[in-house]
T-cell receptor, first 109, second 113 residues
Framework: GQQLNQSPQSMFIQEGEDVSMNCTSSSIFNTWLWYKQDPGEGPVLLIALYKAGELTSNGRLTAQFGITRKDSFLNISASIPSDVGIYFCAGLADTPLVFGKGTRLSVIA | DSGVTQTPKHLITATGQRVTLRCSPRSGDLSVYWYQQSLDQGLQFLIQ???????AKGNILERFSAQQFPDLHSELNLSSLELGDSALYFC????????????FGNGTRLTVT
């Protein structure tokens, strides 16, 4: 089946630093989504990408849909303590949505 | 607030028992999805319903079943529970099952003792 390789698995950064994480797959996807999950809550959609090459921003977050349609990255600029959480990528080709295993972000003040 | 409501928030039960988890989708959404999230794992797709009909099935055990009712709420039934079934169970909903991003509820935490 389709699988997403998300990296890194975890990262510790200083407040104010920029963060980059990515997802790759051997399969082609038509849509890439990035979610954030806080402890005890459900994932919340951050950014949705619908076209190869698309670059989309949401505040300090920027995500890109890879030109090959097999990858996507998420950047967070000037991290703050509330950025702590687990970030999931997800790809949609045929239903259902396929999720990566997540990147756990810790921000040190 | 995603608009997706899941009840109960927490559930503690013993092995061998049966439980029902409930989900009310966001208003206007016709499609409901169920996911299982075990400790330090990503989201594993279980099953999807669209307008009352089963649309897609993932790695759902035979001990598990689900349905979507005419009012579009959905229930996930877990029977003959085992310790390994302890997990967070999330419901998500969307308008278009093929294109629309999913909106998630806050989950039901199931603990099997």
């Amino acid at each position: 089946g389709q699988q997403l390789n998300q990296s890194p698995q975890s990262m510790f950064i200083q407040e104010g630093e920029d963060v980059s994480m990515n997802c790759t797959s051997s399969s082609i996807f038509n849509t890439w989504l990035w979610y954030k999950q806080d402890p005890g809550e459900g994932p919340v959609l951050l950014i949705a990408l619908y076209k190869a090459g698309e670059l989309t921003s949401n505040g300090r977050l920027t995500a890109q849909f890879g030109i090959t349609r097999k990858d996507s990255f998420l950047n967070i600029s000037a991290s703050i303590p509330s950025d702590v959480g687990i970030y999931f990528c997800a790809g949609l080709a045929d239903t259902p949505l396929v999720f990566g295993k997540g990147t756990r972000l810790s921000v040190i003040a | 607030d995603s608009g997706v409501t899941q009840t109960p928030k927490h559930l503690i039960t013993a092995t061998g028992q049966r439980v029902t988890l409930r989900c009310s989708p966001r208003s206007g959404d016709l499609s409901v999805y169920w996911y299982q999230q075990s400790l330090d794992q990503g989201l594993q797709f279980l099953i999807q319903y669209y307008n009352g009909e089963e649309r897609a099935k993932g790695n759902i055990l035979e001990r598990f079943s689900a349905q979507q009712f005419p009012d579009l709420h959905s229930e996930l039934n877990l029977s003959s529970l085992e310790l390994g079934d302890s997990a967070l169970y999330f419901c998500a909903s969307s308008v278009d099952p093929d294109l629309e991003p999913l909106h998630f509820g806050n989950g039901t935490r199931l603990t099997v003792t």
